[in-house]
Nanobody, 124 residues
């Protein structure tokens, strides 16, 4: 069983930055890819970014590419999402999740464990 706890959300003006953190329990954290998803009110959950087990491979949704950076620290069992140049359309609850393999994907059904989420609100 893996438990995930997100933090770092908040209210920020458009153009600002935030860094989200996700703390993971469990000794197998470093064996699996991790992902970030988000869900805005009235919308479906959508993929944001993912990172392979080693951190060597990352991929992003087109809507955040060049603005967001995913990273991980396997010694501390953390995954991060650095968000820059935030836009009002980035407003959502952000979730971290553990993938079922070491490589990750954009597909939410392939993620086995999810955190409770952290709210990000970007004002215009």
């Amino acid at each position: 069983q893996v438990q995930l706890v997100e933090s770092g959300g908040g209210l920020v003006q458009a153009g600002g930055s935030l860094r989200l953190s996700c703390a993971a329990s469990g000794s197998t954290f470093s064996s699996y890819a991790m992902g970030w998803f988000r869900q805005a009110p009235g919308k479906e959950r959508e993929f944001v970014a993912a990172i392979s087990w080693s951190g060597a491979t990352t991929f992003y949704a087109d809507s955040v590419k060049g603005r967001f950076t995913i990273s991980r620290d396997n010694n501390k069992n953390f995954v991060y999402l650095q968000m820059a140049n935030l836009k009002p359309e980035d407003t959502a609850v952000y979730y971290c999740a553990v993938h079922s393999t070491a490589w990750g994907s954009r597909l939410s059904p392939e993620y086995d464990y999810w955190g409770q989420g952290t709210q990000v609100t970007v004002s215009s």
